[in-house]
């Protein structure tokens, strides 16, 4: 194992710690329970939105805190939950007065632990609601799941719910919005090649030189199939067929294309996939009015791309052009 990296029980406070130095003017790392928050604190009179997972994943959730996106996120250990008083203190630390939205991937132990937290906050009178997000459409369950997992939608729902919370829409909206968001996005990934979780010391799975895991969940979990290795458009259209037909998509929708790195991919190749997956869009008759292309929804180091297709409106049109300022994400402004 080569990682850049002091001890395996060292990875996440120091990465945080490393966060914290470098975005001071936007986050605020709060070491004693490990959340972070935005540096200005709760937005009076707003909304605020929390998310959180396990860390591996980065940026998500921690580089989407800022405005215009998320007031707080929970990072657990590595690929493993948080823990409700994680999220119950971050929850009461954004605490604005106008309620407090939870963004949930859709794993057990995220799900359980939200939802404790949230118990505990309304017990302090804090109105919570929650959001589980499950946009993959490789597999109805999983490893980690019952149901389908969240992914790639979950950052483009942070970011136009954030949108909204900023704009002074109230919780119920919010919320609405974000179940809206969840509905019209599907995803799915493939993996080239395994992570090494530090800890482990040793890769999660094992492929051969010509095979790829088509379906891949964010923590390496199997998906659909093992397949031969294929030139990249043909690997994106396996990809796009899946989400075109799972809404499904028609003529004459606007979409959101995001194509995302899973941590060891180049830029370079995830721009090849996305000019693929807009011509196959096109085809179907889909316009393609916003992307994103980036590694926003990490495996570590993870060789292997996701695919999230996010039908848009006038509202999430808005919300998604509005300014953020975070980490890992911003414009704007």
Not at 154 to 160: D, N
Not at 262 to 291: C, D, N, Q, W
Request: charged share 20%.
């Amino acid at each position: 194992m080569k990682k850049l990296i002091n001890a395996p029980d060292k990875v996440v406070d120091e990465a945080l710690a490393g966060m914290a130095a470098a975005h001071p003017g936007l986050i605020k790392v709060h070491f004693e329970r490990n959340y972070i928050t935005r540096a200005e604190g709760p937005s009076k009179g707003k909304v605020a939105i929390v998310s959180g997972g396990g860390s591996g994943h980065e940026p998500m959730h921690g580089g989407f805190v800022g405005r215009g996106m998320l007031h707080a996120a929970c990072p657990g250990a590595m690929f493993t939950s948080p823990t409700p008083d994680q999220m119950l203190e971050a929850t009461k630390a954004v605490n604005g007065g106008a309620g407090v939205l939870h963004i949930v991937k859709n794993y057990t132990g995220d799900v359980l632990n939200f939802e404790m937290a949230a118990d505990l906050a309304k017990d302090e009178k804090i109105k919570v609601n929650a959001v589980i997000t499950d946009d993959d459409v490789a597999v109805q369950d999983s490893l980690y799941t019952a149901g389908r997992r969240g992914v790639g939608g979950t950052v483009l729902a942070e970011k136009i719910c954030g949108a909204a919370a900023e704009a002074g829409a109230d919780l119920e909206t919010v919320t609405q919005l974000c179940r809206d968001v969840n509905a019209s996005v599907r995803s799915m990934g493939i993996a080239l090649s395994a992570c090494t979780v530090p800890h482990a010391g040793k890769p999660s799975f094992t492929l051969a030189e010509d095979e790829i895991e088509f379906g891949i969940g964010i923590h390496g979990e199997p998906g659909r199939k093992r397949i031969k290795h294929a030139h990249a458009d043909e690997l994106t259209e396996m990809l796009m067929e899946p989400i075109l037909h799972d809404l499904p998509f028609k003529k004459g929708d606007h979409a959101l294309l995001f194509v995302n790195g899973m941590g060891g991919t180049p830029l370079i190749e995830l721009y090849v996939i996305f000019r693929k997956a807009a011509e196959i869009a096109a085809k179907h008759g889909v316009t393609i009015s916003r992307s994103l292309v980036g590694s926003y929804i990490t495996s570590l180091e993870m060789a292997g791309a996701s695919i999230s297709l996010l039908r848009l409106n006038d509202a999430t049109t808005k919300y998604w052009d509005a300014p953020v300022v975070t980490p890992a994400l911003r414009w704007g402004a």
